[in-house]
């Protein structure tokens, strides 16, 4: 049987380790999961996790200086693709963050920065669990009921110009899309590796997926 290689871009920040190790806990006995920051082995890759923390600047002149940007496009547009937290963010146009920053360019839209009255609870960044309601259906929401609880830290949000691929919502005093698809693309806010059960579900759906 032919190996399945995943690989998981390391672009210096980002808890690269607990995603991996969590990627191959459920990965199939066939996969191979590669942490790199090699554009060739992001090229022949079979399915690509883009896991990420940090600031969307220092993540961008990473990804510029390592040579991955366009590896990174063309697999967002080609195979599987799971991008997680600042690894959704980036795949927009533009986000506020650091003075405003262009990203990849691969989703159309913006990321912008949670607004809270003065005399409001609400804190940010929003961090903790929260639930995704899923708002259409997909192959990664498998075996994950609706309103799932998953943990998040995060001090944006992003806005796409197209509202029919977000695939799910969180409130954290605005209601906001926390999970993007199109086509071979799924990309989340919240971190599946720190989500438990359900997050190590969405993995193995990822890790099954095809990207239809």
């Not at 082995?41 to 991955?68: H, N, R, S, W, Y």
């Not at 997680?84 to 990203?103: A, F, P, R, T």
């Not at 360019?105 to 929260?130: A, C, Q, R, S, Y």
Request: proline share 5%; aromatic share 8%; charged share 15%.
């Amino acid at each position: 049987m032919d190996q399945k290689l995943v690989a998981v871009i390391d672009y210096g920040m980002g808890n690269l380790r607990s995603v991996s190790k969590a990627a191959e806990h459920v990965a199939p006995d066939n996969t191979r999961i590669l942490v790199t920051h090699n554009p060739d082995d992001i090229a022949a890759a079979d399915a690509v996790i883009f896991p990420g923390q940090g600031a969307a600047k220092a993540c961008m002149a990473a990804l510029q200086e390592t040579g991955m940007i366009h590896p990174v496009q063309a697999a967002a547009k080609e195979k599987p693709f799971l991008g997680i937290c600042m690894g959704l963010q980036v795949l927009m146009q533009h986000s506020d963050e650091n003075d405003g920053v262009n990203c990849l360019n691969i989703i159309p839209g913006n990321v912008k920065h949670f607004e809270f009255e003065d005399n409001t609870i609400l804190k940010t960044p929003h961090m903790g669990w929260n639930q995704i309601n899923q708002t259409q259906e997909h192959a990664l929401w498998h075996n994950i009921p609706q309103d799932s609880r998953f943990y998040f830290v995060h001090s944006y949000y992003v806005q796409p110009d197209n509202q029919d691929i977000i695939t799910g919502l969180t409130t954290h005093g605005t209601t906001f899309p926390s999970v993007l698809s199109h086509k071979n693309l799924f990309a989340i806010q919240a971190h599946p590796e720190k989500s438990a059960d359900h997050g190590l579900q969405l993995f193995k759906n990822f890790l099954q997926w095809n990207g239809q």
